[in-house]
Protein backbone atom coordinates (compact mmCIF):
# COMPACT_ATOMS: atom_id res chain seq x y z
CA UNK A 1 0.00 0.00 0.00
CA UNK A 2 1.36 3.38 -0.73
CA UNK A 3 2.45 5.85 1.62
CA UNK A 4 1.64 9.10 1.29
CA UNK A 5 4.31 10.36 3.20
CA UNK A 6 6.73 9.16 0.32
CA UNK A 7 5.58 12.02 -1.61
CA UNK A 8 7.78 14.44 1.10
CA UNK A 9 6.31 18.32 1.26
CA UNK A 10 4.21 20.49 -0.74
CA UNK A 11 6.18 23.87 -2.17
CA UNK A 12 5.91 26.63 0.57
CA UNK A 13 6.34 30.53 0.86
CA UNK A 14 9.39 30.53 1.78
CA UNK A 15 10.06 27.60 -0.70
CA UNK A 16 8.88 30.43 -3.70
CA UNK A 17 10.79 33.60 -1.89
CA UNK A 18 14.22 31.17 -1.84
CA UNK A 19 13.66 30.32 -5.63
CA UNK A 20 13.38 33.28 -6.70
CA UNK A 21 16.97 34.69 -5.81
CA UNK A 22 18.31 31.76 -7.84
CA UNK A 23 19.72 32.42 -11.36
CA UNK A 24 18.73 29.42 -12.36
CA UNK A 25 14.45 29.67 -11.42
CA UNK A 26 13.02 31.17 -14.68
CA UNK A 27 10.10 32.01 -12.11
CA UNK A 28 7.98 28.42 -12.61
CA UNK A 29 10.66 25.60 -12.64
CA UNK A 30 14.52 25.47 -12.50
CA UNK A 31 16.27 25.00 -16.03
CA UNK A 32 19.31 23.63 -17.08
CA UNK A 33 22.76 25.46 -18.47
CA UNK A 34 21.39 23.85 -21.96
CA UNK A 35 18.11 23.53 -23.73
CA UNK A 36 17.30 20.26 -22.89
CA UNK A 37 14.30 17.95 -22.99
CA UNK A 38 12.74 14.07 -22.63
CA UNK A 39 11.74 12.97 -25.88
CA UNK A 40 8.64 11.00 -24.55
CA UNK A 41 5.28 12.45 -26.08
CA UNK A 42 2.38 10.71 -27.53
CA UNK A 43 4.04 9.52 -30.66
CA UNK A 44 6.47 7.81 -28.72
CA UNK A 45 5.36 6.71 -25.76
CA UNK A 46 4.07 3.02 -27.15
CA UNK A 47 7.63 2.65 -27.53
CA UNK A 48 8.59 3.61 -24.70
CA UNK A 49 6.53 1.48 -22.72
CA UNK A 50 7.63 -1.67 -24.89
CA UNK A 51 10.98 -1.30 -24.69
CA UNK A 52 11.12 -0.23 -20.63
CA UNK A 53 8.67 -3.60 -19.52
CA UNK A 54 8.77 -6.10 -21.91
CA UNK A 55 11.43 -8.57 -21.71
CA UNK A 56 12.80 -6.77 -17.88
CA UNK A 57 13.32 -10.03 -16.81
CA UNK A 58 16.33 -10.96 -18.87
CA UNK A 59 18.17 -7.24 -18.38
CA UNK A 60 18.23 -8.34 -14.06
CA UNK A 61 20.94 -10.70 -12.74
CA UNK A 62 20.27 -14.38 -12.73
CA UNK A 63 20.69 -14.01 -8.64
CA UNK A 64 20.83 -11.11 -5.81
CA UNK A 65 24.39 -9.20 -6.00
CA UNK A 66 26.47 -9.93 -2.84
CA UNK A 67 27.14 -7.13 -0.23
CA UNK A 68 30.20 -6.97 1.67
CA UNK A 69 29.70 -6.60 5.57
CA UNK A 70 30.59 -3.34 6.65
CA UNK A 71 33.90 -3.73 8.15
CA UNK A 72 33.82 -0.73 11.07
CA UNK A 73 37.29 -1.52 12.37
CA UNK A 74 38.95 -1.06 8.50
CA UNK A 75 36.33 2.13 8.18
CA UNK A 76 38.35 3.15 11.81
CA UNK A 77 39.89 6.95 10.66
CA UNK A 78 44.02 6.26 9.49
CA UNK A 79 45.88 9.31 9.47
CA UNK A 80 43.08 11.27 7.61
CA UNK A 81 43.49 9.01 4.81
CA UNK A 82 40.17 9.02 2.64
CA UNK A 83 37.82 5.62 2.17
CA UNK A 84 35.03 4.60 0.37
CA UNK A 85 32.45 2.06 -0.14
CA UNK A 86 29.89 2.08 -2.95
CA UNK A 87 26.48 0.24 -2.02
CA UNK A 88 25.44 0.04 -5.57
CA UNK A 89 23.35 2.34 -7.89
CA UNK A 90 24.62 6.24 -6.32
CA UNK A 91 24.92 5.50 -2.65
CA UNK A 92 28.73 6.35 -1.43
CA UNK A 93 29.75 6.37 1.73
CA UNK A 94 33.06 8.42 1.95
CA UNK A 95 35.55 9.40 5.03
CA UNK A 96 37.45 12.42 4.35
CA UNK A 97 39.50 13.89 7.18
CA UNK A 98 38.54 11.63 9.47
CA UNK A 99 34.54 12.48 8.75
CA UNK A 100 31.90 9.88 7.57
CA UNK A 101 30.08 11.48 4.26
CA UNK A 102 27.06 9.54 2.77
CA UNK A 103 25.87 10.43 -0.70
CA UNK A 104 22.41 9.65 -1.83
CA UNK A 105 21.84 6.70 0.55
CA UNK A 106 18.77 4.99 -1.66
CA UNK A 107 19.38 1.42 0.57
CA UNK A 108 15.81 0.52 -0.38
CA UNK A 109 14.13 -2.09 -1.89
CA UNK A 110 12.06 -0.24 -4.56
CA UNK A 111 12.76 2.17 -6.74
CA UNK A 112 9.42 2.69 -7.83
CA UNK A 113 7.77 3.06 -4.72
CA UNK A 114 4.66 5.18 -6.00
CA UNK A 115 4.35 3.39 -9.46
CA UNK A 116 2.06 0.71 -10.63
CA UNK A 117 4.96 -1.77 -10.53
CA UNK A 118 7.76 -2.29 -8.41
CA UNK A 119 11.46 -1.28 -9.18
CA UNK A 120 13.21 -4.20 -7.47
CA UNK A 121 16.61 -3.67 -6.36
CA UNK A 122 19.62 -6.79 -7.36
CA UNK A 123 20.33 -6.96 -3.62
CA UNK A 124 18.71 -8.43 -0.91
CA UNK A 125 18.36 -6.49 3.14
CA UNK A 126 19.83 -3.32 1.81
CA UNK A 127 17.93 -1.49 4.50
CA UNK A 128 19.42 -3.51 7.21
CA UNK A 129 23.19 -2.26 6.35
CA UNK A 130 21.91 0.77 7.79
CA UNK A 131 21.90 -0.62 11.01
CA UNK A 132 25.64 -1.26 10.75
CA UNK A 133 26.67 1.74 9.48
CA UNK A 134 29.08 4.31 11.45
CA UNK A 135 27.17 7.94 13.05
CA UNK A 136 27.29 10.28 9.71
CA UNK A 137 28.36 13.78 10.19
CA UNK A 138 26.71 14.66 7.13
CA UNK A 139 24.57 13.25 4.55
CA UNK A 140 24.38 15.18 0.70
CA UNK A 141 21.73 14.65 -1.31
CA UNK A 142 21.99 15.76 -5.17
CA UNK A 143 18.40 15.74 -6.16
CA UNK A 144 14.88 14.36 -4.93
CA UNK A 145 13.97 11.16 -7.10
CA UNK A 146 13.01 8.05 -5.50
CA UNK A 147 16.23 6.11 -6.70
CA UNK A 148 18.48 9.28 -4.56
CA UNK A 149 16.40 10.11 -1.63
CA UNK A 150 14.58 7.24 -0.15
CA UNK A 151 11.54 7.61 2.27
CA UNK A 152 12.57 4.54 4.25
CA UNK A 153 16.54 4.60 4.42
CA UNK A 154 15.78 8.70 5.69
CA UNK A 155 13.83 7.30 8.62
CA UNK A 156 16.49 4.86 10.00
CA UNK A 157 19.20 6.97 9.20
CA UNK A 158 17.36 9.78 11.05
CA UNK A 159 19.44 8.87 14.41
CA UNK A 160 22.98 8.58 12.95
CA UNK A 161 23.38 11.71 11.07
CA UNK A 162 22.60 15.30 12.26
CA UNK A 163 24.06 17.61 9.24
CA UNK A 164 21.74 17.72 5.77
CA UNK A 165 23.78 19.69 2.78
CA UNK A 166 20.90 19.25 0.16
CA UNK A 167 20.05 20.49 -3.15
CA UNK A 168 17.74 23.82 -3.27
CA UNK A 169 13.86 22.96 -2.21
CA UNK A 170 15.08 19.44 -0.91
CA UNK A 171 14.51 20.97 2.83
CA UNK A 172 10.99 20.65 2.31
CA UNK A 173 10.84 16.71 2.09
CA UNK A 174 13.02 16.19 4.94
CA UNK A 175 11.18 18.70 6.97
CA UNK A 176 8.21 16.96 6.34
CA UNK A 177 9.85 13.90 7.64
CA UNK A 178 10.62 16.14 10.66
CA UNK A 179 14.06 16.92 10.34
CA UNK A 180 14.62 19.56 11.87
CA UNK A 181 14.73 23.06 9.45
CA UNK A 182 18.25 24.16 11.81
CA UNK A 183 19.95 20.46 10.52
CA UNK A 184 19.09 21.36 6.95
CA UNK A 185 20.85 23.36 4.23
CA UNK A 186 20.47 23.78 0.77
CA UNK A 187 22.60 24.87 -2.35
CA UNK A 188 22.41 26.38 -5.51
CA UNK A 189 24.55 25.93 -8.02
CA UNK A 190 28.69 26.68 -7.73
CA UNK A 191 27.43 27.75 -3.62
CA UNK A 192 30.17 26.15 -1.57
CA UNK A 193 30.41 25.80 2.15
CA UNK A 194 33.20 24.81 4.75
CA UNK A 195 33.11 21.54 6.63
CA UNK A 196 35.22 19.98 8.77
CA UNK A 197 38.35 21.05 6.81
CA UNK A 198 36.85 20.05 3.73
CA UNK A 199 35.11 22.77 1.01
CA UNK A 200 32.26 21.38 -0.48
CA UNK A 201 30.15 22.98 -3.62
CA UNK A 202 27.86 22.21 -5.48
CA UNK A 203 27.44 22.04 -9.06
CA UNK A 204 25.52 22.19 -12.12
CA UNK A 205 24.18 18.75 -13.86
CA UNK A 206 21.89 18.48 -16.98
CA UNK A 207 18.58 16.89 -15.57
CA UNK A 208 15.70 16.98 -13.53
CA UNK A 209 13.98 16.57 -10.66
CA UNK A 210 10.78 16.37 -8.31
CA UNK A 211 8.72 13.72 -6.49
CA UNK A 212 4.86 13.59 -8.40
CA UNK A 213 2.80 15.30 -11.39
CA UNK A 214 2.71 18.57 -10.13
CA UNK A 215 6.39 19.44 -8.77
CA UNK A 216 8.47 18.72 -11.36
CA UNK A 217 11.96 20.66 -11.77
CA UNK A 218 10.58 22.70 -8.34
CA UNK A 219 13.70 21.23 -7.18
CA UNK A 220 17.09 21.17 -8.02
CA UNK A 221 19.88 18.67 -9.67
CA UNK A 222 23.49 18.73 -9.02
CA UNK A 223 27.04 16.90 -8.25
CA UNK A 224 29.03 17.72 -5.45
CA UNK A 225 33.49 18.69 -5.24
CA UNK A 226 35.03 17.75 -2.27
CA UNK A 227 38.38 19.67 -1.55
CA UNK A 228 40.59 19.09 1.39
CA UNK A 229 44.70 20.16 1.60
CA UNK A 230 45.29 16.74 0.29
CA UNK A 231 42.48 15.47 -2.28
CA UNK A 232 40.09 16.76 -4.25
CA UNK A 233 36.59 14.43 -5.67
CA UNK A 234 34.57 15.38 -8.10
CA UNK A 235 30.64 13.28 -7.82
CA UNK A 236 28.68 14.43 -11.14
CA UNK A 237 25.29 13.76 -9.77
CA UNK A 238 22.46 12.05 -12.70
CA UNK A 239 22.34 14.06 -15.61
CA UNK A 240 23.38 14.21 -19.39
CA UNK A 241 26.55 15.60 -21.62
CA UNK A 242 27.01 19.30 -21.99
CA UNK A 243 29.73 21.99 -21.54
CA UNK A 244 29.77 22.34 -17.73
CA UNK A 245 32.16 19.00 -17.30
CA UNK A 246 34.74 21.35 -19.07
CA UNK A 247 34.39 23.93 -16.52
CA UNK A 248 34.01 21.98 -13.43
CA UNK A 249 37.65 20.57 -14.47
CA UNK A 250 38.98 23.98 -15.79
CA UNK A 251 37.99 25.71 -12.64
CA UNK A 252 38.15 22.93 -10.18
CA UNK A 253 40.42 20.40 -11.21
CA UNK A 254 42.46 18.24 -11.49
CA UNK A 255 40.93 15.54 -9.49
CA UNK A 256 41.98 12.38 -7.74
CA UNK A 257 39.01 10.62 -8.53
CA UNK A 258 35.44 11.41 -10.09
CA UNK A 259 32.43 9.67 -9.43
CA UNK A 260 30.70 9.95 -12.64
CA UNK A 261 27.19 8.45 -13.47
CA UNK A 262 26.91 5.40 -15.92
CA UNK A 263 23.67 3.68 -16.32
CA UNK A 264 19.94 4.17 -16.67
CA UNK A 265 20.56 5.53 -19.98
CA UNK A 266 18.03 4.99 -23.11
CA UNK A 267 17.41 6.68 -26.55
CA UNK A 268 14.43 8.67 -25.38
CA UNK A 269 16.45 10.56 -22.15
CA UNK A 270 19.39 10.77 -23.56
CA UNK A 271 19.77 14.41 -22.77
CA UNK A 272 19.43 13.68 -19.16
CA UNK A 273 21.68 10.78 -18.85
CA UNK A 274 24.65 10.01 -19.72
CA UNK A 275 25.62 6.97 -21.86
CA UNK A 276 29.05 5.07 -20.77
CA UNK A 277 30.86 6.95 -23.73
CA UNK A 278 30.53 10.10 -22.24
CA UNK A 279 30.75 9.21 -18.73
CA UNK A 280 34.27 8.51 -20.15
CA UNK A 281 34.62 11.86 -21.79
CA UNK A 282 32.87 14.12 -18.74
CA UNK A 283 35.74 12.45 -16.49
CA UNK A 284 38.26 13.56 -18.74
CA UNK A 285 36.50 17.11 -19.46
CA UNK A 286 36.43 17.29 -15.58
CA UNK A 287 40.43 16.09 -15.51
CA UNK A 288 39.87 12.86 -13.30
CA UNK A 289 43.24 10.78 -12.43
CA UNK A 290 40.44 7.95 -11.77
CA UNK A 291 36.68 7.23 -12.65
CA UNK A 292 34.80 5.37 -10.77
CA UNK A 293 31.08 4.71 -12.49
CA UNK A 294 27.77 4.67 -10.38
CA UNK A 295 24.18 4.64 -10.85
CA UNK A 296 24.42 0.90 -11.90
CA UNK A 297 24.38 -1.99 -10.21
CA UNK A 298 20.88 -2.04 -8.50
CA UNK A 299 18.05 -1.22 -10.27
CA UNK A 300 16.70 -1.49 -14.01
CA UNK A 301 15.25 1.94 -15.06
CA UNK A 302 16.01 1.51 -18.64
CA UNK A 303 16.04 -1.12 -21.24
CA UNK A 304 19.98 -1.96 -21.11
CA UNK A 305 21.07 -4.91 -19.36
CA UNK A 306 22.57 -4.42 -16.22
CA UNK A 307 26.29 -5.03 -17.29
CA UNK A 308 25.96 -2.78 -20.58
CA UNK A 309 26.73 -0.03 -18.06
CA UNK A 310 29.96 -1.06 -16.50
CA UNK A 311 31.11 -3.08 -19.85
CA UNK A 312 30.76 -0.27 -22.38
CA UNK A 313 32.49 1.93 -19.59
CA UNK A 314 35.70 0.08 -19.11
CA UNK A 315 35.79 -0.35 -23.41
CA UNK A 316 36.02 3.12 -23.81
CA UNK A 317 38.22 4.35 -20.74
CA UNK A 318 40.32 1.38 -22.11
CA UNK A 319 40.42 2.95 -25.99
CA UNK A 320 40.79 6.84 -24.56
CA UNK A 321 44.00 5.49 -21.90
CA UNK A 322 41.62 6.83 -19.04
CA UNK A 323 42.09 5.48 -15.64
CA UNK A 324 39.52 3.54 -13.69
CA UNK A 325 38.42 1.44 -11.05
CA UNK A 326 35.06 -0.42 -10.20
CA UNK A 327 34.44 -1.07 -6.97
CA UNK A 328 32.80 -4.18 -5.01
CA UNK A 329 29.43 -3.89 -3.93
CA UNK A 330 30.06 -2.99 0.13
CA UNK A 331 34.02 -2.97 -0.20
CA UNK A 332 36.05 -0.42 1.17
CA UNK A 333 38.65 1.18 -1.14
CA UNK A 334 41.24 4.02 -1.20
CA UNK A 335 43.14 5.73 -3.04
CA UNK A 336 46.34 2.77 -2.10
CA UNK A 337 44.16 -0.01 -3.44
CA UNK A 338 42.94 1.75 -6.65
CA UNK A 339 45.13 -0.90 -8.83
CA UNK A 340 43.68 -3.80 -6.95
CA UNK A 341 40.33 -4.38 -8.84
CA UNK A 342 38.32 -7.73 -9.36
CA UNK A 343 35.86 -7.58 -12.18
CA UNK A 344 33.74 -8.97 -10.22
CA UNK A 345 30.24 -8.25 -12.46
CA UNK A 346 31.94 -10.52 -15.12
CA UNK A 347 31.24 -14.10 -12.23
CA UNK A 348 27.54 -13.03 -12.38
CA UNK A 349 25.15 -13.82 -15.11
Known amino acids: MLNPAQFGGSIRRKDLNKFQQSKNWNGKKFVN ?8 NLKTLPT ?23 DAEKFQPEDGKPKFIWYGH ?41 DTL ?63 GIKLTFTPSRHFAGRGALDRSKTLWGGWIFQSNDH ?19 EYGPFDLAFVECGQYYKHWHQVHLYPEESIQAAMDAQAQVAVPVHWGA ?9 DPVERFVKEAIAQK ?15 TLNDMDNWWEKIK
Open 33 to 40: LAATQIDI
Open 48 to 70: VLKDNFSGKQDRVPKQSLPIHPF
Open 90 to 130: SVVLMQLHGFNLLIDPMFGPDASPIGPFATKRFSNNTLDII
Open 134 to 196: PPIDAILLTHDHYDHLDYKSIMKLKPKVNIWLVALGISRHLEKWEIPAQQVKEFDWWEAVEFQ
Open 232 to 250: KIYWSGDGGYGNHFKAIGQ
Open 299 to 307: FTLSPHHWK
Open 322 to 336: QDYFIPELGKIFTFE
